[in-house]
């Protein structure tokens, strides 16, 4: 269907009632201007309007208000860089679901530039814009359907910028910006992600209730960001940024794009690289640099650090935590706390810690797993491997289900299990070496290092003071003997 062809029209009511699936196009110079009424109204399907003139009105300039839930293109609205919209309510308001509006001028409204209101899930609509929208809250959206917006103009909201937060049950909203935003941002319920890589300024940014994604590489956010509950990721840029995780599990920060970095979650250093001068709260995890060498170290919680790639070291302090090395030569040192540790390709080095019963993974390269206290589990992985004990603390107890666990010794990748640190006995001052009896008896002399078969496994047992008791005691799965050689002793 053509295009009806909109001339001068000031006065009061509707100046154009768009039924069935009408277009209008309003050409440059053209005033279309309602003083009692919304100046252009739409009730039918697929229906298009191209603004190049200006359209005013005392309540809204193009209203919309189809409630219809069909998943198909509704209103398709183009404003052109001579197009104007001013209301005193909203300057589009836009009901139904698949609405699209393309801005090349500009839009305002003294409630909102733009509205849009779904009460279904289908997706509600997409804003493109490259002039200007304003309002008190410029983009304002009542939905449970998704909301797409992208910016390359200036999107300026006293109140608010972009409002998607009344929406019931949310929709995974989606925000780009490559221009600016000038005020607070409030995303409602969903998994929302908003990319920007223009300038943000305003009181706070917040994504509400859901799974978010803020992406601030290469952009600037003056205000707080707020990611609220759910598991969420930020992603720095390299402007000084307030963020906020939340405080639940899995938030987390990712440098993943930088350069390398140092950043400690329980604020034991100070913040450098793309995290230098931000503030971070409720944060349980970071990510750290793809090619750098990162300092990632947590705080008394729950963490999972990643080290990705470069030589890193990372520290998990107190709490249960997850440490992963990547490429590179990292050092893992899990602290105090039941701790998983990951090498990783490279030459690791990985410290269990004091205190719980840790699990170290070497996975490929020579990697040293050094023991700490409790009954930890160690794996060496691929490659030359290190199992080091530094104090009888090291082996947990002597009983089944206490001792420590090797679980892939291998005598032709030449594995050791390396015991000089450990003095042999009590009876002697000094550091004594240990003394290889293989599967003898102990015979009440401090120093001996004897093995047994036990099943699938053997247990290896030490006696430091020389009563034939077993002092430290290990397990080595899945091998059938050890040597001398085996050891460093």
């Known amino acids: 269907m053509a295009y009806r062809v909109a001339v001068d029209s000031i006065g009061d009511g509707i100046r154009y009632d768009l ?12 005033a279309v201007i309602s003083h009692t009424s919304s100046a252009i109204e739409l009730s039918g399907f697929a229906q298009s309007i191209r603004v190049y003139g200006l359209v005013a009105a005392s309540v809204h300039g193009i209203y919309y208000s189809n409630p219809d839930l069909l998943n198909v293109r509704q209103a398709d609205i183009l404003i052109g860089k001579t197009g104007i919209i001013d209301s005193n309510a909203n300057g589009i308001q836009l009901g139904g679901a698949v609405n699209r509006i393309v801005n090349y001028g500009a839009i305002s409204g003294v409630s909102s530039g733009i509205a849009l209101y779904n009460i279904g899930t289908n997706f509600a609509g997409t804003i493109i814009n490259y002039g200007s929208i304003s309002g008190f809250a410029a983009i304002f959206a009542d939905s449970k359907g998704t909301v797409q917006i992208t910016n390359y103009g200036t999107i300026t909201g006293e109140a608010s910028a972009i409002d998607t937060e009344a929406s019931r049950d949310g929709g995974d909203d989606r925000v780009v910006n490559r221009g600016q935003i000038d005020g607070s941002i409030y995303l409602g319920e969903g998994a929302d992600k908003l990319t920007n890589r223009g300038l943000i300024a305003g ?8 799974d978010d994604i803020v992406d601030n590489r290469g952009g600037t956010i003056d205000g707080v960001v707020r990611l609220g509950d759910g598991a969420d990721i930020f992603m720095p840029g390299i402007s000084e940024e307030t963020a906020n995780g939340g405080g639940d599990q899995y938030d987390k920060l990712d440098f993943s794009r930088s350069s390398g970095l140092q950043i400690a979650l329980d604020g034991s250093i100070d913040n450098t690289g793309w995290a230098a001068g931000d503030t971070y709260t409720g944060f349980t995890d970071v990510t750290g640099s793809i090619l750098g060498a990162d300092t990632l170290i947590g705080d008394d919680g729950i963490n999972t650090l990643r080290g990705l790639g470069g030589n890193d070291s990372i520290s998990g302090r107190a709490g249960v935590d997850f440490l992963y090395g990547g490429a590179g030569n990292d050092t893992l040192d899990g602290g105090t706390g039941a701790d998983q540790l990951f090498g990783g390709d490279g030459n690791d080095t ?24 409790g009954s930890d589990i160690l794996t060496g992985g691929t490659g ?6 530094t104090a009888k603390t090291d082996f947990g107890g002597t009983a089944l289900g206490t001792r420590e666990q090797v679980n892939d010794f291998n005598r032709a990748e030449r594995d050791k299990i390396d015991l000089s640190a450990i003095d042999a006995s009590t009876k002697v001052t000094g550091n004594q070496a240990f003394t290889f009896i293989g ?10 290092l004897r093995f047994e078969v036990s099943g699938s496994f053997i247990i290896v047992q030490g006696d430091l003071n020389g009563d034939s008791v077993a002092d430290i005691a290990l397990d080595l799965n899945g091998i059938a003997n050890v040597v001398a050689a085996d050891f460093v002793l």
């Open 203 to 210: 009181l706070e940014l917040s994504m509400g209730i859901g």
């Open 350 to 373: 990985l410290i269990g810690g004091d205190d719980k019963s840790d699990s170290l993974s070497g996975d490929a390269g020579n990697d040293r797993l050094i023991s700490g206290g």
């Open 439 to 448: 599967t003898t008896a102990f015979t009440n002399v401090a120093g001996q």
């Open 384 to 389: 030359t491997d290190a199992f080091v004990y």
């Open 19 to 30: 039924g069935a699936t009408d277009r209008l196009f309003v050409p440059t110079d053209v």
